[in-house]
């Protein structure tokens, strides 16, 4: 009997022993991690960085880093200012709309990379976006507008890159073309609006359809006055109405993508003078307490073309 309880507590020994979780492998509940390319300081396209009238792509530069292996890498682009419209578009005019995947079984092979890999580098100019000429992605000319590149990672466990805990990379991007409406300020003194307190806000220029083939007239005007941004050409809050920081507020024409993006007739649909428009009631009353603001402008055309600027008003 005695011998028994020897075997017996051996065994029972033995069965702890090798339930041990200690002995098991560590889970990997870790999302990869998404960088800049070797070589470079930024992921790119960089968060606001504006596209001229004259480009024609944007590179794609990142790296991906996971201990396990990575499983899949995914760049998203969509469009920023497509968030609430209904309205019936030129079928002429297209958005920029990309959903590249990069796997081990990837047909493209600049999406390709080796199976098991820990660490991936895109760097390469196989990968880059063109939306116009004869790499371009699209069947027709660019919407111009803001657009959202993401790019989210997920390794061989699962483990995904969010948004929310900004593991996945989130940057806003402006495309700017010859046949979206031109802004224009020309009474900027070292690049700034000169503000004072109490006195109406001097603006001397204009919103004008370009002589571009593919122009149309001017449908929309919105102009804000808000509390200063670190990022003047990408602020992500594109399809918001008013917010506490708006010092000013007004809508002219209606809006092909805002919701609520509607206001009184605009006085012409080729050009308008800022001066004249931001005169009497629609003026611009500087508020005290501020060092500096943004005036943000956006104008659209008829087509959905869209073009947003944003000054500094320095204030005395």
Not at 4 to 13: D, R
Not at 86 to 107: G, K, Q, T
Not at 222 to 236: A, K
Request: proline residues 5%; charged residues 25%.
């Amino acid at each position: 009997m005695k011998r028994n309880g020897i075997v017996l507590l051996a065994f029972v020994a033995t069965f702890f022993l090798a339930c041990d979780p200690v002995s098991e492998t560590p889970q990997d509940l870790e999302a990869p991690a998404i960088d800049h390319a070797d070589g470079h300081d930024e992921i790119e396209p960089e968060n606001g960085e504006v596209f001229s009238e004259t480009a024609d792509h944007t590179q794609v530069r990142f790296s991906v880093e996971d201990p396990s292996g990575i499983g899949q890498v995914r760049v998203n682009v969509h469009a920023n200012f497509d968030g609430h419209s209904h309205a019936r578009m030129n079928n002429d005019f297209v958005r920029l709309d990309v959903n590249d995947i990069y796997s081990p079984e990837a047909s493209n092979p600049d999406f390709r990379f080796p199976e098991g890999s820990t660490r991936i580098n895109i760097d390469g100019p196989g990968t880059d976006i063109y939306w116009t000429g004869t790499n371009s992605r699209l069947t027709g000319p660019v919407i111009a507008g803001s657009y959202d590149v993401g790019i989210e990672a997920t390794d061989i466990h699962g483990n995904q890159t969010g948004y929310d805990d900004g593991s996945s990379y989130l940057a806003t991007i402006q495309i700017r073309t010859p046949y979206a409406p031109s802004i224009s300020i020309t009474n900027l003194h070292d690049d700034e609006l000169e503000g004072e307190v109490g006195i109406p806000l001097t603006i001397e220029g204009s919103i004008s359809r370009t002589g571009h083939e593919l122009s149309a007239p001017i449908s929309f005007l919105w102009i804000r006055l808000t509390e200063e941004h670190d990022d003047h050409e990408g602020e992500d809050d594109h399809n918001h109405r008013i917010s506490e920081e708006d010092y000013y507020d007004k809508m002219w024409g209606t809006s092909a993508w805002l919701e609520e993006g509607s206001g009184p007739d605009l006085p012409h649909d080729e050009m308008l003078d800022l001066s004249k428009i931001l005169t009497g009631d629609n003026a611009i009353q500087i508020p005290s307490g501020e060092d500096h603001l943004d005036l943000v402008i956006r104008a659209e055309d008829v087509n959905g073309n869209t073009t947003e600027k944003v000054f500094t008003v320095h204030i005395e």
